[in-house]
């Protein structure tokens, strides 16, 4: 019998956490087609890091337009939050990235959501062209 946590979930073999963590590295490198074709094949598609971080976090940080859209079209969580109150929305925000700022509200992100919420990013660093965004869209 596979040895299991406190509440009752398998343990998972160094192997499993190795290959679990090679998707966010998928994500950070923009592998969309790698990453998309993983998460067709069981991965969880809201998979999180030990920060919180989800793949859609990931890739709306790391500017991959392609892999956000394809997450979105899997059902990703727009509104998870990370451990560090950010949603993909204030990252995409942060970024300056328009067009996956506008994925995400389209598929409904919350910008308000969050402790470093989209628009506290905005009034942080003064980003008025993405407060045009965001108040166009809320």
């Known amino acids: 019998m596979a040895d299991a946590t406190q509440d009752g979930a398998p343990e998972l073999t160094d192997e499993q956490i190795e290959f679990l963590n090679s998707m966010f590295d998928l994500a950070r490198a923009g592998r ?11 991965i969880p598609v809201n998979l999180t890091n030990a920060k919180g971080d989800s793949l859609l976090i990931l890739a709306a940080y790391n500017d ?12 990703a969580d727009v509104d998870r ?20 700022a506008r ?18 990013v905005v009034e942080m660093f003064g980003l008025d062209s993405m407060r045009e965004l965001l108040q166009a869209r809320s």
């Open 32 to 42: 969309t087609e790698e990453l998309l074709e993983f998460i067709d094949q069981g």
């Open 81 to 100: 939050l990370n451990d560090r109150g950010q949603t993909a929305v204030s990252c995409a925000v942060f970024r300056q990235n328009e067009e996956i």
């Open 64 to 75: 991959h337009a392609d892999m956000v859209r394809g997450l979105l079209e899997r059902d």
């Open 103 to 120: 994925l995400l509200l389209d598929a409904g992100a919350d910008p308000h959501l969050g402790g470093q919420n989209a628009f506290a």
